[in-house]
């Protein structure tokens, strides 16, 4: 694998990570669908909720904040691209419809969700590192800290 990819799929499975960790703990409203039949509200709610409790863990001045809001926002941005406008069951049912499974179908849609990488990925990536070079050597050690436990900051 090339370098460039490599460290891009780390660098956005790191910030998945622990984006994902956090916010995860952090929503505690349980609604069946969870952040994707959120309306634009329960987003913004459920972004100042994450935000807040990494800031808070982190200890984070104003511009870290900023920053790692513009992160969220990417994230959130590949995420939908990822997702993209149609159902996945619907996808999966349209390639099982048959006798035999559509293989063609299913590769444009693994092409089309390579694309949305492709597409977001940079954009992630730069905010990533917005972010985390924005971070004290302390505060980069806590996340190195907590992507090594897992998902726990009580560790």
Sequence with gaps: MQPWLKRTFVGVFGASALLGGVT???????RHGGWSSAGHEDAVRFKERAVDKVAARLALDAAQ??????????LQEQRLA??????????????????????????????AKLQAVRD??????????????????????????YLQRGRSWHH
Excluded: M
């Design 82 to 111: 990822l997702r993209g406008s149609t159902d996945p069951r619907t996808e999966l049912a349209s390639l099982i419809g048959d006798e035999t499974f559509d293989r063609w179908h299913a590769q444009d849609l693994v092409n």
């Design 65 to 74: 904040k900023a920053k790692l809001a513009v992160l969220v926002d990417r």
């Design 24 to 30: 995860a703990c952090s929503y505690t409203q349980h």
């Design 120 to 145: 977001k990925s940079p954009q992630v990536i730069a905010a990533l590192a917005e972010f985390y070079d924005g971070l004290k050597p302390e505060q980069q050690q806590k996340v190195r800290d």
